[in-house]
C-alpha cells in the first residue's frame, strides 16, 4: 500500500521563486494536513483540510497556499519563496470520526529557499 | 503560550529504566490525545492515543490524561535503546479537524 505519497522529497528554490508540493493519499481519509518542521520547532500546522472542498488555515499558514483538489489530493503551494521557509515539510492524513484519529505522514520534503 | 507544550530534553535514561515524557495543553475542549514517536530523518508515527481521564497501556507504553490539570504523560518501561528518538505529543482541537503538536522531547537510552 502506497499510504501518503509526497513529491518531491527534495528541492532547492531561489528567493521568490514559485514551486507546489504535491500529496496523495490512498487511504479514502476524509482529513488532510501539511505541517513543516524546524529544529526546536516541532510539527507546525501550516494548513488542515478537514474534508473535500474545505481548507483552515492552521498555525503558520502566512506565505503558503492550499488546494484540496479531490479527495486524494492535497496541494502546498509557495507562491513567492523565502528562506523562512527553508524547512522540512510534512503530509498527512486521517480519518475525521473520533476515536480513529491517527494521522498517516508522507515521507516529507526537503525543502531550501536560498 | 503555546497550545502544547513538552520540555525538549534531551532525556537520557539507562537501558531498563522508566523514561517519563510529558506534555501540557491550554484548550481544554480538547477530546484527543496522541504519542508520536519520531526517528532522524523519519516521519512521525503513532504510537499511543488517549480519549479519557486515567492510563492507558499497550505493551511497554503508558499513555496517562488528566484533563482537569491538562497534562498527558507517556511512560516507557525497560525502555531499551532503540526507543532513542524524539516524541512528540499531539492534541486535536475539540469539533474540529485540527491536530496541534509539541516541540517533542528528544530521549536517549544509554546501554
Known amino acids: 500500500n502506497a499510504g501518503v505519497t509526497q513529491t518531491p522529497k527534495f528541492q532547492v528554490l531561489k528567493t521568490g521563486q514559485s514551486m507546489t508540493l504535491q500529496c496523495a493519499q490512498d487511504m479514502n481519509h476524509n482529513s488532510m494536513y501539511w505541517y513543516r518542521q524546524d529544529p526546536g520547532m516541532g510539527l507546525r500546522l501550516i494548513y488542515y483540510?478537514?474534508?473535500?472542498?474545505?481548507?483552515d488555515k492552521g498555525e503558520v499558514p502566512n506565505g503558503y497556499n492550499v488546494s484540496r483538489l479531490n479527495k486524494r489530493e492535497f496541494s502546498l503551494r509557495l507562491e513567492s519563496a523565502a528562506p523562512s521557509q527553508t524547512s522540512v515539510y510534512f503530509c498527512?492524513?486521517?480519518?475525521?470520526?473520533?476515536?480513529?484519529?491517527?494521522?498517516?505522514f508522507g515521507s516529507g520534503t526537503q525543502l531550501s529557499v536560498l | 503560550q503555546k497550545e502544547v507544550e513538552q520540555n525538549s530534553g534531551p532525556l537520557s535514561v539507562p537501558e531498563g529504566a522508566i523514561a517519563s515524557l510529558n506534555c501540557t495543553y491550554s484548550d481544554r475542549g480538547s477530546q484527543s490525545f496522541f504519542w508520536y514517536r519520531q526517528y532522524s530523518g523519519k516521519s512521525p508515527e503513532l504510537i499511543m492515543s488517549?480519549?479519557?481521564?486515567g492510563d492507558k497501556e499497550d505493551g511497554r507504553f503508558t499513555a496517562q490524561l488528566n484533563k482537569a490539570s491538562q497534562y498527558v504523560s507517556l511512560l516507557i518501561r525497560d525502555s531499551q535503546p532503540s526507543d532513542s528518538a524524539t516524541y512528540l505529543c499531539?492534541?486535536?482541537?475539540?469539533?474540529?479537524?485540527?491536530?496541534?503538536f509539541g516541540t517533542g522531547t528528544k530521549l536517549q537510552v544509554i546501554p
Open positions: 498527512a492524513s486521517s480519518e475525521a470520526d473520533h476515536g480513529n484519529e491517527k494521522l498517516f
Open positions: 488517549i480519549y479519557s481521564n
Open positions: 499531539a492534541v486535536k482541537s475539540g469539533g474540529y479537524q485540527k491536530v496541534t
Open positions: 483540510s478537514a474534508s473535500e472542498g474545505t481548507t
